[in-house]
């Protein structure tokens, strides 16, 4: 079983908004249960002190994988906050820990990016430290990591910026009776973009010899 664990980014959520974990059963193989936990507006914190982490602790089992993305709610100025250089690892660590005393594998992840183009075509860096912070646990634990972070935002400069704006949840003026003035989200994914940003996670994956077994073979089972 992979389990998942994260914010709005990550979580299945109501169209038209998808976060990529929506989309990873269409990556596993035949008999792999994907359970997304993840729910928006949750930091590593309040995602344990919601009592969200709860029931992912109590049925995980040995063999099971992981996947954990924070960071996006982490660095709010309320009850969600942490500190990227203490109480934020501490979260994650203890995310990790209980994994493994379970006999399952933690994979941590950095958070995805943000769109925010600047006039010059580059991204701008909206995660602060948290990156940074996750990278230095795995690095110290040698827990695998995904730096899904890194990945996305190649890709956003990649595209360019009209194009990236096709991931996420976007519509014209008078396109959307939710939205009649238009709206386009520079965190939040459309279906389409949650399969793209999911394939970035599982290529990351496959690099990851533990966590490879759980896919498909190059769109296969």
């Given at each position: 079983m992979i389990w998942i664990i994260g914010d709005s980014t990550v979580e299945d959520n109501k169209p038209p908004f998808r976060g990529w974990g929506w989309a990873m059963p269409g990556f596993t193989r035949e008999g792999v249960t994907v359970r997304n936990e993840a729910l928006s507006g949750r930091s590593s914190r309040s995602f344990r002190e919601d009592g969200l982490f709860e029931p992912v602790e109590r049925e995980m089992a040995a063999g099971d994988l992981l996947l954990i993305q924070f960071g996006h709610n982490d660095e709010k100025d309320d009850e969600r906050h942490t500190d990227p250089d203490s109480t934020f690892p501490e979260q994650l660590r203890r995310y990790c820990d209980a994994a493994l005393e379970k006999g399952a594998q933690p994979v941590l992840m950095t958070p995805v990016s943000r769109r925010f183009f600047v006039g010059d075509g580059s991204l701008l860096y909206t995660h602060g430290?948290?990156?940074?912070?996750?990278?230095?646990?795995?690095?110290?634990?040698?827990i695998p990591l995904i730096d899904l972070k890194q990945m996305s935002r190649e890709?956003?400069?990649?595209?360019?910026?009209?194009?990236?704006?096709e991931l996420f949840v976007h519509f014209s003026p008078g396109e959307n009776a939710d939205y009649p003035d238009g709206y386009s989200d520079k965190t939040?994914?459309?279906?389409?973009?949650?399969?793209?940003?999911?394939?970035?996670?599982v290529n990351g994956m496959r690099g990851i010899p533990v966590c490879a077994p759980f896919l498909k073979d190059n769109g296969k089972d």
């Open positions: 430290e948290y990156p940074r912070a996750i990278r230095k646990l795995a690095e110290e634990t040698g890709l956003y400069m990649s595209l360019g910026e009209q194009k990236a704006e939040h994914f459309n279906a389409y973009g949650a399969k793209v940003i999911c394939e970035l996670v």
